[in-house]
Nanobody, 127 residues
Framework: EVQLVESGGGLVQAGGSLRLSCAASGFTFDDYAIGWFRQAPGKEREGVSCISSRYRSTYYAISVKGRFTISSDSAKNTVYLQMNSLKPEDTAVYYC????????????????????WGQGTQVTVSS
């Protein structure tokens, strides 16, 4: 059974940091790229970042580039999203998702390219 389990969300003040984790199981980790999405109330689900261990590639949305860092640990089948300099507009439910590798420069942004999803974790940034 495929599972993606996010953790690490919470409440943080603006300027603070959080690290999200996405633990994957049930599929060959390196065959898939892992993306992070977020969805704020009333907004579309937005592709934030993506990593492919096999292709050694990472991608970031302009809105988070320079503040967020994605990384992976193949030994643990886990992907991390380090979020620094958080802003109130980063408030959302964050999801990780898996798609066949690689990320793809544009493909990683579309939720419809992903086969598996986690349940989401809430990130709230107070001003």
């Amino acid at each position: 059974e495929v599972q993606l389990v996010e953790s690490g969300g919470g409440l943080v003040q603006a300027g603070g940091s959080l690290r999200l984790s996405c633990a994957a199981s049930g599929f060959t980790f390196d065959d898939y790229a892992i993306g992070w999405f977020r969805q704020a109330p009333g907004k579309e689900r937005e592709g934030v970042s993506c990593i492919s261990s096999r292709y050694r590639s990472t991608y970031y949305a302009i809105s988070v580039k320079g503040r967020f860092t994605i990384s992976s640990d193949s030994a643990k089948n886990t992907v991390y999203l380090q979020m620094n300099s958080l802003k109130p507009e980063d408030t959302a439910v964050y999801y990780c998702a898996a798609k066949p590798a690689p990320c793809g420069t544009f493909a990683y942004r579309s939720r419809y390219n992903y086969d598996y999803w986690g349940q989401g974790t809430q990130v709230t940034v107070s001003s």
